[in-house]
């Protein structure tokens, strides 16, 4: 699967933006996709992800994003989105969406898990 992530830029703090990764492939339903964010020096750090239950969507968010950010995929759209509200600057950084390998069913927090990544979107938040 490609991934083609999108919609980073610079922001004032409290502001809003939202991110969009398109992915290639069949089956999108079937990937955990999430997104990660890595800021200068820094690892890169598990942000969101989402999987399919059977049902519904399941999302699953890192503490330090909770009731700001909302990860979200249009199926038809082969997209997933990262809605990322009250910005803080320590949000600043490259934002990646990634996938796991087909047929894994649960949202890993580590990177390592991921097997396919988009190029990465920059945000900048400023004071």
């Known amino acids: 699967v490609q991934l083609q992530a999108s919609g980073g830029g610079l922001v004032q703090a409290g502001g809003s933006l939202r991110l969009s990764c398109a992915a290639s492939?069949?089956?999108?339903?079937?990937?955990?996709m999430g997104w990660f964010r890595q800021a200068p020096g820094e690892e890169r750090d598990f942000v969101a992800g989402v999987r399919w239950s059977g049902s519904a969507d399941s999302t699953y968010y890192a503490d330090s994003v909770k009731g700001r950010f909302t990860i979200s995929r249009d199926n038809a759209k082969n997209t997933v989105y990262l809605q990322m509200n009250s910005l803080k600057p320590e949000d600043t950084a490259v934002y990646y969406c990634?996938?796991?390998?087909?047929?894994?069913?649960?949202?890993?927090?580590?990177?390592?898990?991921?097997?396919?990544w988009g190029q990465g979107t920059l945000v900048t938040v400023s004071s």
């Open positions: 990634a996938a796991r390998p087909f047929r894994y069913t649960s949202v890993s927090y580590y990177a390592d898990d991921y097997a396919y």
């Open positions: 492939g069949r089956t999108f339903t079937s990937y955990v």
